[in-house]
């Protein structure tokens, strides 16, 4: 029987769930419960967004609000994660990463190959990312390369609610540490999933939308933009293919390496900066691996290098639309853009 | 006999024997270090060893600790293999971390042994997560973060003692002050007189302590672990110590007072202070140390030997551990 949950309701239950299986599981993070110690209500807010809302009436002991105190918090979780427990944290805005990066990448990312083997750190991260909430440039950013850059994290960036759950169930028992992204304008986001517990696996890509005729490869966000975009083109008789990337550490570059040998052609779409970005990295292992196979110059669509800008004039230009991304792909395909 | 000391003479050899270590291990790798054979970065505890051992007397495995960029004494008092150690910081494939971590990052977490750590400060938080562990998992393991005078400075430290405070983790927050944070100052870069005060400002008691007395480390360390055991929450404890050699070996020490190293060895040297109260006392007798001189000499001989011979990693180990899967 299909039921629809919002991206929201999905990381909901699939933290209830592995809760519920795991008593090793925590939830930790900042006003994840809410109101604690204060004389109000207790879970008064569920987190900065809603998203871990009711989970302590069911899972009293494991979740924990924390202090405004990023490196503290999301370090013990790490160090946690090395003593037996396998915890979530939950930081509120990705932006916040620079707050308390060390414990990140020097840390947890090192903790296996700087010991030798011996170490077993299963955290997850989660936060939220991208632009599109007026919430200007501390706010909105997609830091997704920064983390694909270091050894020893794996990155996740779902599109959708039914990729969300499996995926955060799949990281949550992952024995690595995990940067699980979720964007602020999928939260409301539906989709068909599933009541029982499910966990897809990291490095498969899913082609979200077959075609012939060009490649899109994207993630996050994106991938709703460039189905729209695609869908416009349908019209106009391009025929595009996207994938969705899903997972960007590990990433599935056959996937996409297969589809280029099809279509020829290749459309990069990422929100991020494009300076080493996930759209950059996608054309370069193109350009290595299957320059062959195509037929023209592959073409990305990002953000600008530029921070996120507030005024809503900017931001709608910042952040890449369905329009631009058809334009791109028209471009692609040798036409003059629209 | 009459035994004045908090512990049995079995325990008072035992701490012996491993400050002895730690001090032999430290001395051998000075030399060595200067005939160019060691790569990267060293940094030695001599001179400190009472304070990690007269810490970890009191620790069992299931104990945690987060140690330092100077961590060799911390690992050798948390019982990691020192054979393994040697090997590690020879960078070879039999060593502690199969050569991946060299002497800034030698773990053992089977003995509790989180970590040296390259990172000023960042112990502090990935101990409140020992604290927590054993909090949710109901063991009463401990968690005892070292960090520098330098490192006390560092946001993590701080941030770490409020979370500890009000989580009421079992959590033990080890100054080791030795008076120079690098070449600077503890006068100059640490703003409080006293980290007996900056421990009550995040409302958790503090004791300050004469790192170089053994007997004052290990009853103070026993009381701050104890009531941390018990569930009274995490402390601070400040040793005044003295670093023999540089920050790193290779630091030409200018900074220090001329005759500075020359009178501490003489007269604060911990291992010194400890052999001088256990023999007058009669509890011990100078052929029994004299014998585990001998024994710890062989030891690091053998350690240093099967180092230097030990293979190096293989190339294929370049890209392996770097995640469990991928």
């Known amino acids: ?26 939830v930790l993070g900042e006003d994840i419960v809410g109101g604690t110690g204060s004389p109000g209500e207790d879970d008064a807010w569920g987190g900065a967004m809603g998203v871990t809302k009711g989970l302590i009436h069911k899972h009293p002991g494991q979740l924990i609000d924390t202090p405004l105190s990023e490196s503290a918090y999301i370090g013990a979780a790490i160090g946690a994660a090395t003593c037996g427990l396998r915890p979530v944290a939950e930081l509120m805005f990705v932006d916040f990463m620079g707050v308390c990066l060390d414990q990140i990448f020097n840390q947890a990312a090192k903790f296996r190959y700087m010991f030798g083997g011996k170490a077993e750190t299963p ?9 599109g909430f007026r919430a200007a440039a501390q706010h909105s950013q997609m830091l997704t390369p920064v983390f694909t850059h270091i050894p020893g ?7 959708n609610a039914y990729d969300t759950k499996g995926l955060l169930i799949q990281s949550i028992r992952d024995n690595d540490p995990v940067i699980f992204l979720e964007h602020k304008n999928l939260y409301d986001h539906e989709t068909d999933v599933p009541e029982e517990s499910y966990a897809i696996p990291f490095g498969e890509a899913n082609i979200a939308r077959e075609g012939t005729d060009v490649t899109i490869v994207t993630y996050g966000m994106m991938v709703p933009y460039s189905l729209e975009a695609s869908e416009t083109l349908k019209g106009e008789g391009i025929d595009v293919e996207v994938i969705d990337l899903r997972t960007l550490s590990p990433i599935d570059l056959d996937t996409v390496f297969e589809s280029v040998e099809m279509t020829g052609r290749l459309v990069c779409v990422d929100e991020a900066n494009p300076r080493c970005s996930i759209a950059s990295d996608v054309a370069a292992a193109v350009a290595q691996e299957a320059f062959g196979s195509l037929k023209g110059p592959v073409a990305m669509v990002t953000a600008p290098h530029a921070p996120v800008p507030f005024s809503s004039a900017l931001e709608d230009l910042y952040i890449p639309s369905p329009e631009r991304i058809a334009d791109s792909v028209r471009r692609t395909m040798g036409a003059h853009p629209s | 006999m009459n035994n004045p000391f908090p512990l049995s003479r079995d325990g008072l050899l035992t701490a012996y024997r491993r ?11 000075h030399v060595e270090f200067a005939k160019g054979d060691i790569a990267g970065f060293v940094h030695l505890y001599a001179g400190e060893e009472a304070a990690g051992v007269g810490i970890m007397m009191h620790l069992e495995d299931h104990d945690r600790i987060a140690s330092t960029h100077r961590g060799h004494g911390h690992c050798i008092a948390k019982g990691v293999d020192v054979r393994a150690m040697m090997a590690e910081i020879y960078g070879k494939a039999t060593g502690a971390c199969a050569g991946k971590g060299g002497s800034m990052h030698i773990a053992d977490l089977s003995k509790g042994m989180m970590g040296a750590n390259g990172i000023l400060g960042a112990g502090a938080p990935l101990i409140c997560g020992a604290g927590l562990a054993a909090q ?3 063991h009463d393991g401990v968690g005892i973060t070292f960090f520098g005078d330098g490192a006390s400075n560092q946001g993590t430290v701080l941030e ?26 503890v006068d100059y870069a640490v703003a409080t007189d006293s980290y007996v005060d900056r421990a009550a400002g995040f409302g958790m008691p503090g004791i300050t302590v004469d790192g170089t007395d053994f007997f004052a480390v290990y009853e103070a360390a026993g009381e701050v672990i104890r009531r941390a055991r018990e569930g009274g929450g995490p402390s601070l404890l400040e040793c005044k110590m003295i670093r023999f050699y540089g920050h790193f070996e290779g630091d030409a020490q200018t900074y220090r007072a001329p005759g500075e190293i020359e009178e501490n060895r003489a007269h604060r040297d911990c291992l010194k202070i400890f052999t001088g109260k256990i023999l007058e006392a009669g509890v011990v007798e100078s052929g029994e140390l004299a014998r585990i001189d001998s024994e710890v000499v062989g030891l690091i001989d053998d350690a240093l030997e099967s180092a230097q011979a030990a293979p190096l990693p293989s190339a294929a180990e370049l890209t392996t551990d770097v995640y469990v899967t991928y």
């Open chain 2, 19 to 29: 400050m002895k270590t730690i001090r032999e291990f430290e001395e051998r790798l």
């Open chain 1, 123 to 131: 955290v997850v991260i989660r936060t939220t990312c991208g632009a």
């Open chain 1, 1 to 26: 029987m299909a039921r629809t949950l919002s991206m929201m309701a999905a990381i909901n239950e699939a933290l209830d769930q592995e809760m519920s299986r795991d008593p090793t599981v925590v």
């Open chain 2, 160 to 185: 770490s003692m409020n979370l500890a405070a009000i989580w009421n983790l079992p959590v033990i927050f080890v100054v080791e002050n030795n008076g120079y944070a690098e070449s600077t100052s």
């Open chain 2, 136 to 138: 949710k998992l109901g």
């Open chain 1, 153 to 159: 994290l794996k990155v996740v960036c779902p599109s």
